[in-house]
């Protein structure tokens, strides 16, 4: 792709590595721009699964590029969080399940690539974080909305507030990380989960992943919105009435 970003792709599984590892893979201008035409290229290719990593022995990411964001001024920051987005929403919307292979550090917009893939599986050497508290700022590339999504308000909220950096045992446990394995078996155990998802059939999990992502759209006010309808739509079905009869009883109920 370019000097930052390698791509390869093998039997249907497309692999993106940022291959910046002297600055632990931290993404500049020129990488977001690589990262994103790699993902172009594997969906051009038709990958039937996608996994994206980090070069070298440290890092995943370990964020966003801090040179180049010390001096943005607001115009600059909105068009460096538009790439970002861009990226992230491209990942996120790819037509095929994406694994991050998580190696190393996973820092601000690493930890924010990692939430935008489908799965995460992480070497127990990874440590995982939002750590753009301690640089003043807030995660700018999704990580408000898809962290919550991930592990909960709560826990959201405090690795938010606080920039946190969590180990990979911790990070299982907050189902921040699908699963954790020995260092030098990630990639095996990444290759083999690859292998599977492309011997699934491809458009039922596009299909499945189109619409999971479904359930994530929209605000909350519509979502509650949708909620009270469909609650309402309840009353008066034969379940309702039979659960609420039955437990006024104490019986057990007998649903349609
Ligand atoms: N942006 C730009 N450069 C970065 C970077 C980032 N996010 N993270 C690391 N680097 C660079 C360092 O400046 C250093 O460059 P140099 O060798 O030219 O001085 C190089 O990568 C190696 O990093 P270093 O800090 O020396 O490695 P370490 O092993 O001591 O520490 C980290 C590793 C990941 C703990 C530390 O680099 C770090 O905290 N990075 C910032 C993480 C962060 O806040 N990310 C969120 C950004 S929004």
Not at 104 to 132: H, K, N, P, W
Request: net charge negative; with cysteine; glycine share 10%.
């Amino acid at each position: 792709m370019n000097d930052t970003v390698r791509y390869e792709i093998d039997g249907g599984v497309a692999t993106i590595t940022v291959d910046r590892p002297d600055k632990l893979n931290a993404l500049n201008v020129e990488t977001l721009h690589a990262l994103r035409d790699a993902l172009d290229t594997a969906a051009e290719d038709e990958a039937r699964v996608l996994v994206i990593t980090g070069a070298g022995e440290k890092a995943f990411v370990a964020g966003a590029d801090i040179s180049h964001m010390k001096d943005l001024g607001p115009s600059e920051a909105h068009e460096y969080a538009t790439l970002g987005h861009d990226l992230i929403e491209a990942i996120e919307s790819f037509p095929a399940p994406v694994i991050a292979a998580i190696n190393g550090y996973a820092f601000g917009g690493g930890a924010e690539i990692a939430l935008g893939c489908d799965m995460r599986v992480a070497s127990e050497r990874a440590i995982i974080g939002q750590t753009e508290i301690d640089l003043g700022i807030i995660p700018g590339w999704g990580g408000t909305q898809r962290l919550p999504r991930l592990v909960g308000d709560e826990v959201a909220r405090r690795l938010i507030y606080f920039g946190d950096r969590v180990d990979a045992s911790d990070a299982n446990e907050l189902g921040l990380v699908g699963e954790v394995v020995a260092h030098d078996e990630l990639y095996d155990r990444v290759d083999d989960l690859a292998a599977e998802l492309a011997s699934q059939p491809a458009f039922a999990l596009a299909a499945a992943k189109e619409a999971i992502n479904q359930s994530h759209e929209g605000p909350q006010a519509a979502g509650l919105a949708f909620e009270r309808r469909t609650w309402t739509s309840l009353f008066g079905t034969h379940d309702q009435r039979e659960g609420m009869e039955a437990f006024l009883a104490d019986r057990e109920p007998d649903f349609e």
